[in-house]
């Protein structure tokens, strides 16, 4: 049997095979595949701060070498996004998602085994850097992919909700794995969180190499289904085997698009702002809950669980709003912009935390803080992206708005570093990390203008 939907503004789309379902949710299991695989990303690059206590004692790192090597995943995951999303464009998400998924959970096992391999202070810093760039380096499509996914899978007005979820992993993946990590880590020592989050994401990898298709050739989507997808928007033969027939060249005039637009540059300093905020929270917030308000690692790993909750439960808030918006009848530029004007204004309450000497008070206001923030990025970044990426370039123009965003993953662990070694207390680290939140809702507010989509090549 062969099902064919037409639509004027999205060509047509067909679904072939011998029988389907007469209704489906096939999109919500996808969604939820790539929340389970953006968790397991997330829990990878943020674990080093819950074994940091653990990594710092027994090597003898000081807080810059530490902030260096905090900051080695992101200087490979900036450099490697261009090329990442070309490879998504060129070979699909199926292919290039989960042949990253594999490789960086072994990634992730071998860093478990440094301490084994040396005790020298030099070696120890060069092999964990090493290390944690290429994890950076291999997780690079990971993020492109999930908005290629959304964007392939989901009509315009559930694009919001659907993007918050991905981009809200990683206080997901906080929430569940540093408990998790922390409890293993008092269990068995710093490598062992490495080991156990290696091996869930290879069992992830299994499934989703079993479940991933694109819309047009998966077989749980029905008729109704897929022209419920193709009417809203849903680009459901970007990854179908028909379009990678053929390779997808690099366009320099597109790059030049995406690189030239005063829209999508407060977008990307917009992504730069929110990855400061949550490199902060994966990396020192740790580290600042044990060594200046004297919890062990178990406690400080418990209290990130509010804060992450809270960030996660904002994400979903924000896209949920932002959608609601757009079917009320506002324009996609307000109802994506004033969700995270919002949220990044209540996320600038994190810098209280400098005034209180109670440790309950600090994990209250860091939750209000990232719920702001979790707002924000659910309405206003990655669904950005799905709402001006042209057609043929989705991989790419999430690329270029991953990296420019990273750059923040890169200066946040070290500058926070120094300022922790110059001033000898975290209070200007909170100041520093409070200012990008004032800064974001600044720029989307007074600069940025209306989101609309980038055109296609002609």
């Known amino acids: 049997m062969t099902i064919e939907t ?6 047509t789309a ?13 999109r919500h299991y996808v969604l939820a595949l790539i929340l389970l695989v953006a968790t397991v990303a997330y829990a990878d690059r943020s674990i080093l701060s819950i074994a940091a206590p653990g990594i710092k004692k027994e090597f003898g790192l000081s807080a810059v070498q530490l902030g260096y090597v905090l900051s080695a995943f992101s200087w490979a995951y900036v450099v490697s996004q261009i090329p990442g999303g070309l490879l998504l464009d060129r070979f699909g998400t199926k292919r290039v998602y989960g042949s990253s998924l594999i490789l960086w959970s072994l990634a992730t096992i071998a860093v478990g085994f440094v301490g084994g391999i040396t005790s020298d202070l030099t070696m120890a810093i060069g092999l964990l850097f090493l290390l944690r760039f290429l994890l950076g380096a291999i997780e690079a499509p990971s993020f492109p992919a999930n908005a290629r996914v959304v964007v392939t899978w989901f009509p315009e007005q559930e694009r919001g909700l659907a993007t918050a979820l991905f981009a809200s992993a990683s206080y997901f ?3 569940i794995f540093s408990p998790f990590a922390g409890w293993l880590d008092s269990l068995a020592g710093w490598p062992a969180p490495f080991f156990a989050l290696g091996a869930i994401g290879l069992v992830c990898a299994v499934v989703w190499i079993f479940y991933m298709r694109p819309p047009t050739d998966h077989p749980g989507v029905s008729k109704a289904e897929l022209e419920r997808m193709v009417a809203g928007g849903a680009m459901v033969d970007i990854d179908n085997r028909r379009g990678l027939s053929k390779p997808r060249p690099f366009s320099w005039p597109l790059l030049g698009k995406l690189l030239s637009s005063r829209m999508l540059w407060c977008a990307y300093i917009g992504q730069y702002c929110g990855i400061a905020l949550s490199y902060f929270f994966i990396t020192w917030f740790p580290i600042y809950l044990v060594q200046s308000r004297g919890m062990n690692v178990m406690e400080a790993g418990f209290s990130t669980v509010l804060p992450a909750l809270a960030g996660f439960l904002g994400g979903v808030t924000g896209g949920a709003v932002s959608d609601a918006l757009i079917r009320h ?9 004033t969700p995270y004007v919002v949220g990044m204004l209540v996320g600038c309450c994190l810098v209280l935390a400098a005034f209180t000497s109670s440790n309950v008070l600090v994990v209250a206001l860091m939750t209000l803080a990232f719920f702001g923030k979790g707002v924000a990025v659910g309405a206003g970044t990655w669904a950005v992206v799905s709402d001006t990426a042209p057609k043929e370039a989705v991989g790419l123009a999430g690329a270029v708005f991953n990296c420019i965003g990273n750059v923040g993953g890169i200066i946040t662990p070290i500058a926070f570093g120094y300022i922790v070694q110059a001033t000898g207390g975290y209070t200007v680290g909170l100041y520093f990390v409070a200012a990008h939140c004032l800064l974001a809702a600044i720029v989307y507010l007074f600069v940025m203008g209306d989101i609309t989509r980038v055109p296609s090549q002609a």
């Open 14 to 26: 067909t679904v072939s095979g011998k029988s389907r379902p007469a209704t489906s949710r096939a």
């Open 329 to 337: 009848g506002w324009s996609v530029s307000r109802a994506r912009k």
């Open 173 to 175: 993946a906080v929430a």
């Open 6 to 11: 037409h639509d004027a503004g999205h060509g």
